[in-house]
């Protein structure tokens, strides 16, 4: 079986995806895909009935089961907790294979809330919502009756909407919108920065602990455009931003005297910027260039 023809390389990106989706960290969900690739190594794929469903199936079950040991460590964690992001180019730098791993609902808003189900209350939320599976093989998937599982999609979807506020914005608004935010940060123009946030607008910051956070979301467009402006005063030219896909959405990264300090995705309703998720932890910032340079 050559990697063109084997089902596991071809449906990487849809198995990255869930584990993705599921875990919040990268390196746990390339453990997953690695713990079900020895598991597929072992298989007589000729015996199966469908590739994808098997594959599917062990990778959702790991998942659930690592889910549930993270779980008890995020309990722990100083402070808040948001997912690993995804930082990659602009759209034009993608390449099929990250475009792939990244389709549908990703951006690290939607992992956020997805933190308040369980583990098999996301998992059959996401292969419904996300990954279009129907209630059948949602249910040989998770070893569930039909009606188990509507019942978890259903619960899941009640416990989002309740928890998420979503607008349908064009990348290229989303876009246009953040640049005239990074160019007001960059130039310390706490007014402009102010104008450009929604009344009710809160910054989540996740430090895990290794760099200095906020206890509590910074709610309202006077205090997080002072903070921004506070960094600049302090600092000057030496805080640079640059544009970059956030899970798959415009976001920014920032360097302070030439290292990376954050990773920062956005919501906006098109208008003004109603949430941001600043993520300062070093540890998960390790897939973004350390340094301008790098």
């Known amino acids: 079986m050559t990697p063109a023809t084997n089902p596991f390389t071809a449906l990487r990106p849809r198995l990255f995806g869930i584990a993705y989706r599921m875990l919040g960290v990268r390196a746990d969900a390339e453990d997953v895909l690695q713990d079900a690739w020895l598991r597929w190594s072992r298989t007589d794929a000729s015996a199966l009935q469908s590739a994808e469903a098997w594959l599917v199936t062990v990778v959702t079950r790991l998942s659930i ?52 189900l369980g583990p098999e209350e996301r998992a059959a939320f ?24 509507r019942q978890l999609v259903h619960r899941a979807s009640e416990r989002v909407q309740q928890a998420r506020t979503r607008f349908a914005v064009p990348h290229g608004v989303h876009r246009q919108l953040l640049q005239r935010f990074m160019l007001a940060a960059k130039s310390g123009d706490r007014g402009a920065i102010e104008a450009l946030l929604s009344e009710d607008a809160q910054l989540i910051g996740d430090g895990g602990g290794k760099v200095p956070s906020f206890a509590k979301p910074l709610v309202g467009p006077f205090r997080i455009a002072n903070l921004y402006w506070a960094l600049y ?30 990773a920062q995705a956005f919501v906006t309703d098109g208008e003004r910027i109603v949430a941001i998720y600043a993520v300062r932890n070093p540890d998960k910032l390790a897939g973004i260039p350390p340094t301008l340079g790098g």
């Open 65 to 116: 089961d690592r889910l549930r040991a993270a779980q008890a460590e995020r309990a722990a964690y100083v402070g808040w907790w948001l997912p690993e992001p995804l930082v990659e180019g602009l759209p034009d730098e993608r390449t099929p294979e990250s475009a792939a791993e990244l389709a549908g609902e990703l951006s690290v808003a939607f992992l956020y809330v997805l933190e308040r």
């Open 126 to 149: 996401l292969l419904r919502q996300v990954f279009d599976y129907d209630y059948a093989e949602i249910a040989a998937q998770l070893g569930k009756t039909e009606a188990a599982c």
């Open 233 to 262: 005063r302090r600092m000057g030219a030496q805080v640079l931003y640059r544009m970059a896909l956030i899970n798959g959405e415009p976001g920014l990264v920032r360097y302070v005297e030439g290292r990376l300090e954050s």
